[in-house]
């Protein structure tokens, strides 16, 4: 794809966001379109933080394997340890890994097989979530869906489970243990955990439609995210994060990682502990979609490239995105 087509696409759909593609960490392309705060009329930049959603699930997983990798958990660790008497409606057998492949069955606070509308209000007082433990009302009281194992089944709610259980594994704070066990290891300078209710000026306010009208997602999100979503990150660090999970900076456990685990066939992937995976390759995806928030980043680690489209509106992402699927 050509400069001129994805300024093309970009210029139809009113893209607002950062394309960015690099080839063994050269740059091939990298442009910034649209605004990232659209009341003082400030423009994205390639250095604008973005939102990335369930992007972030992927650190999650990391900082995860990271702690097995200490031997502070393992793959068979049930949830039941570490929960004690909270959650009570998650099944005894639940294992770590089930919660890392979205097999686990337990029910969803967010759950993505309903009809929600990514314009509604689906979280309660948002305000209140800054800390992982603060999800234990939104967590419980969800019916198990499935038996642990028996299928695939994306779920949010799963990720803040594994985020809970590694702090109580650790003693550590999630947003610690990403910062200390992922982002540092990575070199990722510019991400980080950002307050919705004071986000610093190189950050993208995310916009959505509501009632005719962009508005900020300020009251869809948690005010401070976890385990599931929410990260603020750049164009280039998602780049230099790709090229630190390859080399091994993170984890050594690269090839369990990406090692497929489930066909997912209704999104034509596969998934393996944290990453979606090409149906057919050895590409490894990241995808976050959320109110206000667009994503998807591919990285083929056989020839080093990267394609990665950031966003700050709901729908921004996916053309552009779809485009330069190979």
Sequence with gaps: MSRGDIDKIAEETGFSGVVWIDRAGQIEFAKAYGLANRTY??????????????????????AVLSLIGEGALELGTTARSLLGED??????????????????GIGDYLDEETDAEITDY?????????????????????????????????????????????ERASGVGY???????????????????????????????????????????IFHLPV???????????????STFWRALFAGDIVECVDEVVRPRRDV?????????????????????LVGYDAGVSFKSTHDPHTATTHTVLSNTSPGAWPIARALTP
């Design 265 to 285: 066939p209704h999104k034509s992937r596969r998934y393996g502990l944290g990453f979606w995976l090409h149906e057919s390759t050895d590409t490894a995806i």
């Design 122 to 166: 689906v979280i309660g007082a948002a305000h209140e979530l800054t800390t992982t433990e603060a999800f234990l009302p939104l967590l419980d009281g969800h019916p198990t869906k499935f038996r642990a194992g028996e299928r695939f089944c994306y779920s949010n709610g799963g990720f803040v489970v594994l985020a809970l259980l590694a």
């Design 87 to 104: 959650l009570p409606r998650i099944a005894d057998d639940v294992t770590v890994e089930h919660l890392l492949t979205h097999t686990s």
């Design 224 to 238: 401070l995210a976890t385990g599931d979503g929410g990260i603020h990150t750049t164009a280039a660090d998602i």
């Design 175 to 217: 947003h610690d243990l990403v910062r200390q066990r992922v982002l540092r290891p990575a070199g990722m300078t510019s991400t980080d955990f950002l307050r919705s209710d004071e986000l610093p000026a190189d950050a993208a306010v995310g916009y959505l439609p509501l009632d005719g009208v962009d508005r900020s997602n």
């Design 41 to 62: 009329c400030i423009p994205n930049s390639l250095d604008t933080r973005f939102g990335i959603a369930s992007g972030s699930k992927g650190f999650t997983a990391l």
